[in-house]
């Protein structure tokens, strides 16, 4: 069964810096997704960032983007110019590409909770 | 365009009682899957859903715990004599039947057994 590690409970940055949070899995699929999920105080669940396994080039979305280690097993996502709305647990996923009977469930690390200092 | 809907967004129950929680998909999507979160923990998958079919229910609790995704209406994720340890927040998400594509999370219900 694939696993998602998140080492850092909590992480704090400066707003306008660099924050970057850290994500490892275990697995033993060669084609797979990765996800970072933004869970603000709402509870809404929302995409930050996706990357697909087979892709060499890190995904990049605005002020966030990943550092994908495929041979080290590790997608941490990197946040710049941190903003107050940036505030919130960051979720790192797993999903396989092999849909056994079609399920696309995903896998969760246990989060880490970014604050942001003005 | 509405989201993923889920009601309630709060749902107190006592030991013992019953909790029925619901989720209607996007326009258009025909899968749901359905998550729990304990506190201070990542979400966990529970079950997949296709309308009038149970696909992968290898997260579900043995006992107690039961979901279905009727023809008409929402998917209902069905607690029978709640215990406190149900306490969570339960999540629905909903896809295409495209492969790979996104899921689209709701907001959750958060029950509190009492």
């Known amino acids: 069964a694939q696993t998602v590690t998140q080492s850092q409970p909590e992480m704090s940055v400066q707003e306008a810096e660099t924050v970057t949070l850290s994500c490892t899995y275990d697995?033993?699929?060669?084609?797979?997704?990765l996800f970072w999920y933004k869970q603000p105080p709402s509870r809404q669940m929302i995409l930050v960032i996706r990357q697909e396994a087979y892709k060499q080039q890190n995904a990049t979305e605005n002020r966030f983007s990943v550092n994908f280690q495929k041979a080290a097993k590790s997608f941490s996502l990197k946040i710049s110019d941190s903003q107050l709305g940036d505030a919130a647990m960051y979720f790192c996923a797993y999903r396989s590409a092999l849909t056994q009977g079609g399920s696309e469930k995903l896998v969760f690390g246990k989060g880490t909770k970014l604050t942001v200092n003005p | 365009n509405a989201g993923v809907m889920q009601n309630p967004r709060h749902l107190v129950r006592r030991r013992g009682q019953e909790a029925r929680l619901r989720c209607s998909p996007m326009k258009g999507h025909s899968h749901v899957y359905w998550y729990r979160q304990l506190p201070e923990e990542g979400l966990k998958f529970m079950v997949y859903?296709?309308?009038?079919?149970?696909?992968?229910e290898s997260g579900m609790p043995k006992e107690r715990f039961s979901a279905e995704f009727p023809k008409e209406g929402p998917s209902i994720l069905r607690i029978q004599q709640v215990v406190r340890g149900d306490s969570a927040a339960y999540f629905c998400?909903?896809?295409?039947?495209?492969?790979?594509?996104?899921?689209?999370f709701g907001q959750g219900t958060r029950l509190t057994v009492v």
């Open positions: 998400a909903s896809s295409t039947i495209v492969k790979n594509t996104e899921a689209f």
């Open positions: 859903l296709q309308k009038e079919n149970i696909i992968d």
């Open positions: 697995t033993s699929e060669s084609d797979y997704y």
